[in-house]
């Protein structure tokens, strides 16, 4: 492996994986969302996937209310999440690094 290719390497790991656009696009979505849907969202990455039940009783013992279609209403208004297979949810995988700078700037911030 040459000096130049190793530098080469350095460079790609050193560039994010999302444009500023994307990542302004992201820090939009999350900043519009109440506390229990950045909750709901950091669950999500936290689990891999989370299934429409999950996500109802997730905001329930927080809220008391007993809200479903939570992940599709979360798609539909943002796209941070999708579909994977059957009811399962994940956060969007063209969205994931970017979230993930968002999220965590937003626990640094606010512990």
């Not at 390497?9 to 992201?26: G, H, N």
Request: aromatic fraction near 6%; charge should be neutral; proline fraction near 2%.
């Amino acid at each position: 492996m040459s000096l130049q290719s190793v530098h080469e390497e350095i460079d790609r790991l050193r560039t994010p994986k999302y444009t500023a656009e994307q990542y302004q696009l992201v820090r939009g979505l999350y900043e519009k969302q109440d506390k229990n849907r950045k909750d709901l969202l950091k669950a999500i990455r936290l689990r891999g996937f989370m299934l429409e039940n999950q996500a109802t009783n997730f905001i329930q013992e927080r809220t008391g209310a007993r809200t479903v279609g939570l992940l599709n209403g979360l798609q539909y208004d943002t796209n941070l999440v999708c579909r994977d297979q059957g009811d399962q949810f994940r956060v969007n995988p063209e969205m994931q690094a970017a979230l993930d700078q968002v999220l965590d700037e937003d626990t640094t911030r606010n512990g």
